[in-house]
């Protein structure tokens, strides 16, 4: 199983990045896929989900209206459309599968995304 993604990066305030996910070793179209980040000194915090399908998606606040997370089941892939990146979106982004019958999850390794003038 793996989780790679990519797509971070540097990049000024208030502009864009888009993040990628790849996925192998599961079955992808079966699997809840979200985005977490985690500042440095702060927990792991969720972002976006997406449902199997791509029919439903849900955002935290911080970033609603900001980011669009999308996927593409015939590729195995999970995409982070980021827009209007404010400094405090600066983090490690993870890429996360997520099961709920039978129970199953797994991690990607994150990319660091930082967003500084």
């Known amino acids: 199983v793996q989780l790679v993604e990519s797509g971070g990066g540097l990049v000024q305030p208030g502009g864009s990045l888009r993040l990628s996910c790849a996925a192998s070793?599961?079955?992808?179209?079966?699997?809840?896929m979200s985005w977490f980040r985690q500042a440095p000194g702060k927990e792991r915090e969720f972002i976006a989900a997406?449902?199997?399908?791509?029919?439903?998606?849900d955002y935290a606040d911080s970033v609603k209206g900001r980011f669009t997370i999308s996927r593409d089941n015939a590729k195995n892939t999970v995409s982070l459309q980021m827009n209007s990146l404010k400094p405090e979106d600066t983090a490690v982004y993870y890429c996360?599968?997520?099961?709920?019958?039978?129970?199953?999850?797994?991690w990607g390794q994150g990319t660091q995304v930082t967003v500084s003038s």
């Open positions: 997406i449902s199997s399908t791509g029919s439903t998606t």
């Open positions: 996360k599968a997520y099961r709920s019958w039978p129970l199953n999850h797994y």
């Open positions: 070793g599961f079955t992808f179209s079966s699997y809840t």
